[in-house]
T-cell receptor, first 113, second 111 residues
């Protein structure tokens, strides 16, 4: 119940296309969902985050869609660029709880020029 | 603004040698602190987390230990390294249980 399932494991997208990464969770106590971007040899960097009372949040080319009833959320990267090639992690946390972030297993995105 | 420092960036150590990785956070007080390990091409494994000085929670039984001697300092240690301890170690901090912020990591190779 503490898991966050992330798919796909890897993704190849043409430049200008839309990249979509999906995550699903079971624990309905999760109430904060950040996404991270990680380049090789670097630490993950916060990209965008959402709370379950919001169905969508957009920052630039990055959008999180949240479906509370389905317990699913997804990251959409519009107009994908080669510089977006990285590994993306979704995460979840119970903000009043155990202080532990539960991470998805990661999606390796490659955007072809 | 808050910053996190983690060092060294890379480390090559022989099997059986000790380990000490240090992480410090600036610009905040009483942060939650975390140590993660990431195997090549894999996800993030939580090793330890701390909600205050001297308070350490261990997630995975292993050859490692953690300490928090000061509010914004988090140390990962081992008395005797194993080959299986090789990996990418990441320190992170969080507050008010929102997002976590990561350091740049330490690439440890045990030979």
């Amino acid at each position: 119940q503490q898991q966050v399932k992330q798919s796909p494991q890897s993704l190849i997208v043409q430049k200008g296309g839309i990249s979509i990464i999906n995550c699903a969770y079971e624990n309905t106590a999760f109430d904060y969902f950040p996404w991270y971007q990680q380049f090789p040899g670097k630490g993950p960097a916060l990209l965008i985050a959402i709370r379950p009372d919001v169905s969508e949040k957009k920052e630039g080319r990055f959008t999180i869609s949240f479906n509370k009833s389905a317990k699913q959320f997804s990251l959409h990267i519009m107009d994908s660029q080669p510089g977006d090639s990285a590994t993306y992690f979704c995460a979840a946390i119970v903000t009043s709880g155990t202080y532990k972030y539960i991470f998805g297993t990661g999606t390796r995105l490659k955007v072809l020029a | 603004s808050q910053t996190i420092h983690q060092w060294p960036a890379t480390l090559v150590q022989p099997v059986g040698s000790p380990l000490s990785l240090e992480c410090t956070v600036e610009g905040t007080s009483n942060p939650n602190l975390y140590w993660y390990r990431q195997a090549a091409g894999r996800g993030l494994q939580l090793l330890f987390y701390s909600v205050g000085i001297g308070q350490i929670s261990s997630e995975v039984p292993q050859n490692l230990s953690a300490s928090r001697p000061q509010d914004r300092q988090f140390i990962l240690s081992s008395k005797k390294l194993l080959l299986s301890d090789s990996g990418f170690y990441l320190c992170a901090w969080g507050q008010r249980n929102t997002e976590a912020f990561f350091g740049q990591g330490t690439r440890l190779t045990v030979v």
